[in-house]
């Protein structure tokens, strides 16, 4: 697992990480109290030109975006001797139905940490503050045209300052996932501790009860969903219910955006996949 080449930054860096102590849900969940505690969200945080933009961010103005708290939290991950790797996605959007076309625009760009544990792979681990203003995925109107580049707004655009310093450390970061996974693969696996397990429920939300009732219906009509496949890629791949929309609008809303689980719809939506359920047999 790399860190940085320069001796004084990743010595600091193991510095930094050895006061979580050894890899535990405890030691990752301290990692991200300090982040969220100690360090600010800004689309425009005040970086020294002469600073690696980490080493600055990390030790100095602990000021920055996504990009800054992903790779930050990669880098210490590792030096804890967990595998990490950052992500890039997008956060929010909006749905044109008339040429089924999803929208997303430079201020809903997303960065974020995987890390990856035994037995259940890579694991998200999201360590920006709440406070960064995310989209929930939104249906444009009956009569609202979807945009052309052109008519985007200035609010459209990337941070003014230049990223590429940061852009270099964080595919530098990614140039050992190859390496991560192979290495996954040839370990001998062992039984996972228990807070490992711990570990996962506290960082990853457990698979909403809508979801697992789906896959289980899904089953029953011939069509079991393959492990990572997505709920609407699924769903384009075989004869949909008529709720699926709104099953998908739903899970979209809850999982990517920002929007708060909702009982009532939920239990209409089981009632629905029970119902469809039973349609198979």
């Known amino acids: 697992m790399e860190l940085p080449d320069n001796p004084k930054l990743q010595g600091k ?15 990752l969940l301290s990692l991200r109290r300090y982040l969220h505690e100690n360090y600010r969200y800004s689309l425009d945080p005040a970086m020294p030109s002469e600073a ?37 996605g997008w ?35 999201e360590t920006t503050p709440a406070v960064r203003e995310e989209g929930s995925p939104s249906l444009a109107g009956i009569n609202e045209i979807s945009p052309y580049p052109a008519n985007f707004g ?45 570990l996962v429920s506290e960082v990853l939300p457990n698979s909403p009860n809508y979801l697992s009732a789906f896959r289980r219906a899904s089953q029953a009509h011939g069509n079991p969903m393959p492990s990572g496949r997505t ?12 709720f699926a929309t709104d099953l998908l609008q739903y899970h979209y809303a809850v999982l990517y955006g920002d929007q708060p689980r909702n009982r009532l719809i939920e239990k209409k939506l089981l009632h629905q996949l029970r119902k469809w359920e039973k349609e198979a047999t």
């Not at 590429?164 to 039984?191: C, D, M, N, V």
């Open 91 to 125: 956060s929010g959007g909006r749905y044109f139905s008339a040429p089924n076309l999803f929208v997303f625009r430079a201020r809903e760009a997303h960065a974020w940490a995987e890390i990856y544990l035994k037995d259940r792979g890579w694991v998200i681990f």
């Open 13 to 27: 860096i193991k510095t930094l990480a050895a006061t979580f102590g050894a890899p535990t849900r405890e030691s």
């Open 154 to 198: 200035d609010d459209e655009v990337i941070p003014k300052q230049d990223t590429t310093p940061l852009l270099k450390a964080s595919f530098w970061i990614g140039s050992t996932l190859f390496i991560l996974l192979i290495g996954a693969l040839i370990i001998k696996r062992s039984p996972t501790p228990a807070s490992e397990h711990n």
């Open 52 to 88: 690696e933009p980490i080493d600055s961010f990390l030790f100095e103005t602990k000021t920055g975006y996504c990009t800054h708290f992903a790779t930050a939290t990669v880098l210490l991950a590792r030096a804890m001797g967990i595998p990490a790797r950052i992500a890039f």
């Open 231 to 242: 709920l609407r890629a699924h769903l384009e791949s075989i004869a949909a219910p008529d």
